[in-house]
């Protein structure tokens, strides 16, 4: 049998699924962009991953972001970060790091609209 569209465990935000990497098991594909927060935050994540793996000195990163239920999407209950890198962590990196993740949840109405507007697709 194969897949009759239900929502299941290959429906991933971004297509794959990795058993020896940290991923969710948040199945996002059908979910209301604007208020699905599992589905908002995943695309942020993996945004804010791909930007922080962009800083000098950084081989990958992972990004969780945790929610709240009843505060705003800006606002997650819990947010961390896991890099891979040869380099020690500085305050400075820390800061370069603190700052992407501001600017991501900052902006979380701009994702959402990116989503509204068909501008972004999950994979």
Do not use: C
């Not at 979380?108 to 972004?120: H, I, M, R, S």
């Amino acid at each position: 049998m194969g897949d009759d569209g239900a929502t299941g465990r290959g429906n991933r935000g971004n297509g794959l699924i990795t058993p020896m990497r940290p991923m969710t098991m948040e199945a996002i594909a059908g979910k209301n962009p604007v208020s699905h927060v599992g589905k908002i935050y995943n695309v942020m994540a993996q945004k804010a991953a791909a930007d922080i793996a962009e800083m000098e000195g950084v081989a990958e990163a992972y990004v969780t972001l945790v929610s709240r239920i009843g505060s705003p999407i800006s606002q997650p209950l819990l947010r961390g970060v896991q890099i891979g890198s040869d380099m020690k962590m500085t305050a400075e990196v820390e800061a370069g790091i603190n700052s992407i993740l501001d600017w991501h949840l900052e902006n979380a109405e701009d994702l959402v609209e990116q989503f509204v507007q068909g501008k972004l697709t999950l994979f």
